[in-house]
């Protein structure tokens, strides 16, 4: 099942999407919102599939989807969490400032708490103050869960997925040396997030899916050039229950907590840092990690972080080249200030 | 104006409460819940404000008001970013651990995004793993706003104040140092918050409100033993409006964005940290601060943080001594496997 939250008021209106992206047909009188559906889900989900079944044989009606008409499938949301489960792309940035990263990374998730009141929609632009910034994209997947009990074992935590999506987690680089030195974590650094047009149910994924990880590659464009295609489903340390037990240790989640994978990051084939596509290479799911290759091979980055007009695209297909949860695709503009 | 969510489903069922925090009424016909009225508070509050007069004056139905019958305010919310605005408190932790404070801490606020998913009612038990956690908590003030837009001056972010609250900031100090190495800043270490059975509009505070901050004596009790009175007005270097520019920076905040102050915390008359309620000082608002003291003073902390059964109660009380938000009032329980 395909769901999408087309842009109307604050929480988005719920709407059944066609498997192959072309059609819609609305939710509402099942259950007005996303977020509502995720509050009653063991109710709401029978009755959202039968919909889903009836939009694919074509008896209900239904309407043109168009992509640029969604906002991010939470539009808000209670929770958004973002684990760095690809412990390759932690370690590259530490060894490119020369810092040692602690053994226990490998075992103890890193794990940031996001801001999730103002998510941006799929095609909004990414508004920044100022190139001067480090503006960049990160290219992660994420999941949506259930609610989950404090101290959820790894299974309940599994059983407590409930949806498939992609994120842009926007970062501004060069605000979060000084930030993270202040001990709090990440805040004016993180700006808002984007999600793809469309969350999937774990099933529409087949055997992509093994329950813990998406077994595809997460295509990341600039500018209209492939610029990263790693495979999310490789080199990721931690599965998404992992990271979902983690978030549950001391408290519970509520339904509709958004938990991230971090940057999907491969490493090359020989195990050292993954080559750009341009070199044969499955490049990168963020500016950040071009350049800290690049400091490591050459001395320093010369890749530029995003500049005013430049335009990231986030996507996944399945086997057949169909784009499973349409893209994210995000154009830097300069902050007016509202007047 | 004072307003309750009185527990019910996910959201509360949303009261108005009489000034004395006697009798409340209820405000569905108005708006079912405070997240909707905060969503649409331009066209509800002055239908809201017209029932608490009727309230006042006994010409609308009312009830008993029960505060524990109470969610927080807010029983889940889009966003709760908590700052450090007394940095005489940050300052002190910092010198127990003989570490220099940056000179910039004065001037740039530190905020850490929490999570908002799953607060705890005003007099629900906090549930912990193991005492060796070093169960704390932390007696503050927080407001929530309406909307801000990103990079709102001082000014904007003062006129986006719509409700004022009293907040439980749970904390587990044992395992604040592992957690902050990693640089990623509070998660499991910060478990849920518990607000005040009340929220109450900036004009209840009458002239203890200047438009930043409140010039009260924040109550903590512990065990029914008196263990702070310091003034939130006192020694608060960022005022709210400041807090809510710093959180919007990067980008804008959602209606129902709550704000923290931090830890209120006073100096001693001499300059120096503050001394016991029972040295004849004004004590704290938490136990990590106490311990800090006696670390500076004694070279060892001999207040023992919080164990299975203790009860904090957390409390504000206007100049005539009657209780402004009603009392937060927790007991620590330990934490037993759902089955």
Redesign the interface.
Do not use: C, N, W
């Given at each position: 099942m395909k769901l999408s939250s087309l842009k109307q008021g604050?929480d988005g209106r719920l709407v059944i999407v066609s498997r192959d992206l072309t059609r819609a047909t609305d939710a509402f009188f099942i259950v007005p919102t996303l977020q509502q559906a995720l509050?009653d889900w063991e109710k709401v989900e029978p009755r959202l599939r039968d919909l889903a079944e009836q939009l694919e044989h074509g008896s209900v009606p239904s309407f043109r989807f168009h992509e640029h008409d969604c906002a991010s499938p939470l539009p808000?949301?209670?929770?958004w969490?973002d684990g760095?489960a690809y412990v390759n792309h932690v370690e590259l940035v530490r060894k490119a400032r020369g810092a040692e990263m602690?053994q226990s990374?490998w075992t103890?998730p890193?794990?940031?708490?996001?801001?999730?009141?103002?998510f941006l929609g799929p095609r909004d632009p990414i508004?920044?103050?100022s190139e001067a910034?480090g503006i960049d994209f990160e290219a992660e997947i994420a999941v949506i869960t259930d609610d989950v009990?404090?101290?959820a074992t790894r299974e309940e935590a599994a059983n407590a997925i409930r949806l498939v999506v992609l994120v842009n987690d926007v970062s501004?680089r060069n605000?979060i040396p000084a930030e993270?030195a202040?001990?709090?974590?990440?805040?004016?650094?993180k700006?808002?997030s984007a999600f793809s047009p469309v969350a999937v149910t774990p099933d529409e994924l087949n055997d992509a899916w093994d329950g813990g990880k998406v077994h595809l590659p997460l295509l990341s464009t600039l500018n209209d050039k492939p610029f990263g295609r790693p495979n999310a489903g490789v080199d990721m340390t931690f599965d998404f229950p992992t990271l979902i037990a983690?978030?549950a240790?001391?408290?519970?989640?509520?339904?509709?907590?958004i938990i991230g994978s971090g940057t999907v990051s491969n490493k090359d084939e020989g195990g050292g840092p993954g080559k750009p596509i341009d070199d044969g290479g499955l490049g990168y799911s963020c500016l950040a990690e071009q350049r800290t290759v690049e400091t490591i091979l050459h001395g320093e980055a010369r890749t530029p972080f995003m500049r005013f007009g430049d335009t990231v695209r986030i996507e996944m297909k399945d086997k057949e080249g169909h784009s499973i949860f349409g893209a994210i695709e995000q154009e830097v503009v300069a902050?007016r200030?509202?007047t």
């Open positions: 604050r509050d808000r949301s209670y929770q969490a760095s602690p990374f103890d890193l794990m940031y708490q996001g801001g999730s009141d103002s508004i920044a103050v910034q009990p404090m101290g501004l605000l993270l202040k001990g709090f974590g990440f805040f004016q650094s700006p808002s983690h978030a240790k001391t408290r519970p989640l509520g339904a509709g907590t902050y200030k509202e």
